[in-house]
């Protein structure tokens, strides 16, 4: 199957998994206008299943064109297909794949789906692969575009579940605590969530400093999975 052939296999499939009535309740989980397909996670499940044999077979040039030819399509299940598909391909992510996740951020995720899947699957592969790419996200805390500055926090979600990485969470997380809007701050929270576990004192601590410049929506999140004493000291 070719490139162009795989990509009209996805469309056609997707067409005969819609479901109307999914549809009309897609919509509801953003805050924003959202072009949708209405299938479901386990049919389009079948879909990756269906489709990653075909792309094992392919140079990376060409696996990467058909993710890009779907992102194209502004579909939120096209771009939540590519990122379910490449996750599989994991293990061979670095820096070049680095740089390609970080240009798709740029030209093609607009919602909180696709920003979480490339930044928490696709991103975190590169990381975990090549820890000194962690050093690339301060810079992202910079950017204009709110669903970059929201992957420079929960790309290193994964990290921060395996304790690893703890000064550079905290270093993004100085440098969004001043963000106004809601995406990042949620991203943001939740990044500081994750870290609690491993690192509890060092967490609390930085929460406590920093807690007068973070928004409470932060604070909130970030102490989901705190004991009642150490939320308190966050929360008081």
């Not at 194209?72 to 992510?93: I, M, N, P, S, W």
């Not at 995720?109 to 820890?131: F, K, M, Q, Y």
């Not at 992202?140 to 921060?160: E, F, M, Q």
Request: glycine fraction near 8%.
């Amino acid at each position: 199957m070719t490139r162009s052939e795989a990509v009209e296999y996805v469309q056609r499939r997707f067409r005969e998994l819609e479901d109307r009535e999914f549809h009309k309740g897609e919509a509801r989980f953003f805050k924003h206008e959202v072009l949708t397909r209405g299938v479901r996670t386990k049919d389009l499940q079948t879909v990756v299943r269906e489709i990653y044999p075909v792309m094992k077979g392919w140079t990376t040039a060409e696996r990467n064109g058909f993710c890009v030819d779907l992102w194209k399509t502004g579909a939120l299940e096209d771009g939540v297909l590519v990122c379910h598909v490449y996750r599989r391909f994991g293990r061979q992510c670095g820096a070049c794949e680095f740089r390609l996740f970080e240009r798709w951020i740029d030209r093609y995720v607009h919602n909180w789906a696709h920003c979480d899947g490339v930044s928490t699957w696709l991103i975190a592969a590169c990381i975990r692969n090549e820890p000194g790419l962690a050093g690339e996200l301060l810079a992202w805390t910079r950017s204009r575009n709110v669903w970059k500055r929201r992957s420079a926090a929960v790309s290193l979600v994964p990290a921060a579940r395996r304790g690893e990485h703890t000064e550079r969470i905290f270093e993004i997380a100085k440098a969004l605590a001043g963000d106004s809007e809601d995406m990042v701050r949620k991203g943001l929270g939740w990044l500081l969530k994750e870290a609690y576990p491993k690192r509890p004192e060092v967490a609390v601590a930085f929460l406590e400093e920093y807690k007068s410049g973070l928004p409470r929506l932060v604070l909130r999140i970030a102490a989901e999975k705190m004991g009642v004493e150490d939320r308190g000291r966050v929360l008081g």
